[in-house]
């Protein structure tokens, strides 16, 4: 089934619902219109539909391989980095002083989302090489980005993060990945990496890692670790690539899914590495990386949604099964259910996604802090649910195919099997409820409440023409208040941990519903309005049960002691 790329949608979310004008009267983003949001989306549009969906399939049946320590990677895969490359897409939201388009995030995300939706194991390498720009643009020496960031921003030579080691997960803190200074300004990294994503390719003239490692005078812990650019080539006087660094690609793990794109085990053996930021200041440089990251992974679970929509949709119309009006199962409650489950969250999860683009674009041309706190507050309800909208559409989107989404031949299942890791990359969604929780409430909640109360005021405004979908919403978001009041007043953080993940869930849902609301007032007549009234009938009340599960606090989990977890 081809993908359409969803253009218009953009345009409608854009106009009337996350506030995009406000980002387009700045004057950073002054350039940034209508007609430009417009022609810049068609044209991505028009490359993921043509370049990049076409080569969906291949990296599930064509995995990238590692033969004789050089990677293949999936047939097409080189082309379709080639087109995104010309096409400038990985550096749109990149500074223009090195080649980038200085665009807004909110305009990268769509494009990033369309992208995904097209092949996601692909997607993603463009997606870390943006990372990596914008942590060399915050943190690195002016040198480093005037050999680096031209490269990186035209797909000359693409980026890498690498975190995770087997004993340092969620803990990265517990890395033990090594710097020594080499006495010349460079450094000597050794250490093994697990689970590098594109940590290498065939399609890229050079590959900079960035890499977190500890310097011999690193305290242990998170702030004792400093980041470093380790490229596979040592550029040389020219800045071309140069001789080999002392890096390698041990091994490729066996994926549930997302075959297209390696995931490497990574050996560096005292390989040369530039510090970026400042000495034992990594995490803080890397966090630059990884909020960028959040944003774009959970532009990855909404794309896959959409993806999976479409395919589901389109097997919907065709199949014939059981007797109805139009003659196929496209006519039946439940199929209509499904149908409407996914295409409801897939414009809820999309709209929070845009809003926490807009909140970065605002903070970029602003420097508000309140633009700040909603872009950080919104950061991971946006991966969280966007990924995990991501999971549960291309599931249903398995359910709608009946026996067929279980064979691979059909395509459901690879959208299943592909969005699943990003519910656990970049931080797990449980780490992404717990940064909610607590980094994002050390104001009191004041973020919070304060979107709460606009929420409440929008609903406010449409109680006069839309009373039975204002009323939900301006009630949930009320219960929603007094839940964060209650959670902010916690002082043993394992009772707001306990209820984290139905938190950030009960949120994107009361988000969800403002959204909703916001369509439907820009088109009372039209399907939008009959979207949203299905969405505050049937999925916004789960708020309620969400934040009930929220305020029960740590101790119930610890009632069955570990014994007890095993036992009959
Ligand atoms: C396909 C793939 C690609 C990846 N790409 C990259 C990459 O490019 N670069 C990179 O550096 N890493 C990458 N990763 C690693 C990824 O970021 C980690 O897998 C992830 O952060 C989780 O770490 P872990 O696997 O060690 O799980 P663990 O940390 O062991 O977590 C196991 C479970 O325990 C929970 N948990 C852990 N700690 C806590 C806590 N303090 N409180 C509550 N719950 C907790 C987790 O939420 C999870 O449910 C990739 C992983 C995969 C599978």
Not at 316 to 339: C, F, N, W, Y
Not at 472 to 494: F, G, I, K, Y
Request: aromatic share 6%; net charge negative; charged share 20%.
């Amino acid at each position: 089934m081809p993908y359409r790329a969803p253009v218009s949608e953009y345009e409608f979310l854009f106009r009337h619902v996350v506030g995009y004008d406000q980002v387009s009267a700045t004057d950073r983003f002054s350039e940034a219109d209508g007609d430009t949001v417009s022609a810049i989306l068609t044209e991505a549009g028009k490359m993921c539909e043509e370049v990049m969906a076409p080569v969906q399939r291949n990296g599930d049946l064509h995995p990238a391989r590692l033969e004789n320590g050089k990677m293949r990677t999936s047939p097409g895969f080189a082309d379709g980095w080639k087109a995104i490359s010309e096409g400038g897409w990985i550096g749109m939201s990149a500074p223009e002083a090195h080649g980038g388009m200085g665009l807004p995030m909110a305009l990268t995300t769509s494009v990033n989302e369309m992208m995904s939706a097209a092949c996601l194991s692909l997607q993603l390498a463009p997606l870390m090489s943006q990372g990596q720009i914008e942590a060399l643009d915050h943190h690195a020496s002016d040198a480093l980005k005037e050999l680096y960031l031209p490269k990186l921003i035209s797909g000359e030579w693409s980026g890498t993060m690498n975190l995770t080691e087997p004993q340092a997960g969620s803990d990265v803190g517990a890395l033990s990945s090594k710097a020594e200074p080499n006495g010349d300004g460079t450094y000597a990294i050794t250490g093994q990496k697990i689970f590098i994503s594109w940590g290498d390719n065939d399609f890229s003239e050079n590959i900079c890692h960035l890499v977190l490692a500890r310097l011999p005078d690193g305290v242990p812990g998170t702030k004792g670790i400093s980041l470093f650019l380790v490229p596979k080539f040592l550029p040389d006087e020219a800045g071309k690539p140069g001789v080999a660094n002392s890096l390698k690609v041990v091994s490729l793990e066996h994926k549930m899914g997302l075959h297209g794109s390696p995931t490497c085990v990574m050996q560096y053996d005292g390989a040369t590495g530039w510090l970026v930021g400042k000495e034992h200041g990594g995490m803080a440089a890397m966090f630059t990386m990884m909020n960028n990251a959040r944003l774009g992974v959970g532009g990855q679970g909404v794309g896959v949604a959409e993806g999976a929509y479409q395919h589901a949709l389109a097997y919907a119309l065709e199949r014939k099964q059981g007797k109805t009006p139009s003659g196929t199962i496209v006519d039946h409650a439940d199929v209509r259910r499904m149908l409407l489950e996914m295409k409801a969250d897939l414009f809820a999860s999309r709209a929070i996604l845009l809003a926490c683009a807009v909140a970065i674009d605002m903070q970029t041309a602003t420097g508000e802090a309140d633009w700040a706190a909603r872009a950080a507050l919104l950061t991971p309800i946006a991966k969280a649910f966007g990924t995990d909208t991501g999971i549960r559409v291309a599931e249903t989107g398995v359910q709608v195919h009946g026996g067929m989404g279980f064979i691979e031949e059909t395509g459901a299942a690879q959208y299943y099997r592909d969005v699943r890791v990003t519910a656990i990359y970049e931080g797990t969604n449980g780490i992404q409820a717990m940064d909610l929780v607590a980094r994002k409430m050390m104001d009191g909640g004041e973020a919070a409440c304060r979107l709460l109360e606009e929420i409440q005021k929008q609903a406010e405004h449409a109680r006069g023409t839309l009373p039975e979908l204002a009323e939900p919403v301006w009630q949930a978001a009320e219960t929603l208040r007094e839940a964060t009041e209650w959670l902010v007043s916690q002082d043993n953080m394992n009772d707001r941990f306990a209820g984290a993940v139905p938190y950030l869930r009960a949120f994107a849902r009361v988000l969800g519903g403002h959204y909703h609301l916001s369509a439907a007032m820009a088109d009372k007549d039209g399907p939008r309005m009959a979207l949203a009234r299905f969405y505050v009938d049937r999925l916004l009340p789960e708020h309620a049960a969400l934040l009930a599960h929220a305020r029960a606090g740590a101790e119930g989990l610890y009632a069955l002691g570990i014994d007890d977890l095993a036992g009959g």
